[in-house]
């Protein structure tokens, strides 16, 4: 067991207030020895040098990657954009077509040589009617003429029609 002027004694020797540790705080400084602080401070400046540069290019070579994504998103829109309107562009003009294609008349050949011969005789029937409708318009027409005293006009129509209709011109 200890005294207790020994506690006494460790207890200031702890604190840093005894007499030994007084007079070793003036012997020995708690410094580092200037060889080991220049050498920590060349090496400090090293790090530093390349830390300014490592940082700058890790700066540039991230706005680089948010640039060049925020790039690409945006291309994406306009390409999406740009194919909805071909799309619409396409359907648009195929509309247009169709409209154009059903305002054009419908024009059908019919070949008598192919149908059945009671179609081939309905369908002669048919133009035979629309000879003889127009043909008596014309007529109405000469006679027209004739009653308005223009016979010289009247006798030309009265030749075309003739020359129009020759099945007609010798009834």
């Given at each position: 067991m200890s005294t207790p002027a020994e506690d006494k004694d460790l207890e200031e020797y702890l604190r840093r207030k005894s007499a030994l540790s007084l007079g070793y705080k003036k012997i020995y400084v708690e410094a580092p020895p200037p060889e080991l602080d220049r050498a920590i401070t060349a090496r400090a400046r090293r790090a530093l040098r390349w830390l300014v540069p490592a940082i700058i290019s890790a700066g540039i070579a991230v706005s680089l990657i948010v640039g060049v994504n925020y790039a690409i998103s945006e291309l994406m829109k306009v390409s999406i954009i740009a194919e909805r309107n071909a799309?619409?562009?396409?359907?648009?003009?195929?509309?247009?077509?169709?409209?154009?294609?059903?305002?054009?008349p419908i024009g059908v050949m019919v070949d008598a040589n192919n149908i059945a011969p009671q179609e081939a005789k309905a369908a002669q029937d048919k133009q035979k009617k629309r000879e003889q409708l127009?043909?008596?318009?014309?007529?109405?027409?000469?006679?027209?003429?004739?009653?308005?005293?223009?016979?010289?006009?009247?006798?030309?129509?009265?030749?075309?029609?003739?020359?129009?209709?020759?099945?007609?011109?010798?009834?």
């Amino acid at each position: 067991m200890s005294t207790p002027a020994e506690d006494k004694d460790l207890e200031e020797y702890l604190r840093r207030k005894s007499a030994l540790s007084l007079g070793y705080k003036k012997i020995y400084v708690e410094a580092p020895p200037p060889e080991l602080d220049r050498a920590i401070t060349a090496r400090a400046r090293r790090a530093l040098r390349w830390l300014v540069p490592a940082i700058i290019s890790a700066g540039i070579a991230v706005s680089l990657i948010v640039g060049v994504n925020y790039a690409i998103s945006e291309l994406m829109k306009v390409s999406i954009i740009a194919e909805r309107n071909a799309v619409k562009l396409r359907e648009e003009r195929k509309a247009q077509q169709e409209a154009e294609r059903l305002k054009q008349p419908i024009g059908v050949m019919v070949d008598a040589n192919n149908i059945a011969p009671q179609e081939a005789k309905a369908a002669q029937d048919k133009q035979k009617k629309r000879e003889q409708l127009a043909r008596d318009q014309w007529l109405v027409e000469i006679d027209t003429l004739r009653k308005q005293g223009k016979h010289a006009t009247a006798d030309a129509e009265l030749r075309r029609l003739n020359a129009a209709y020759p099945e007609y011109a010798k009834q």
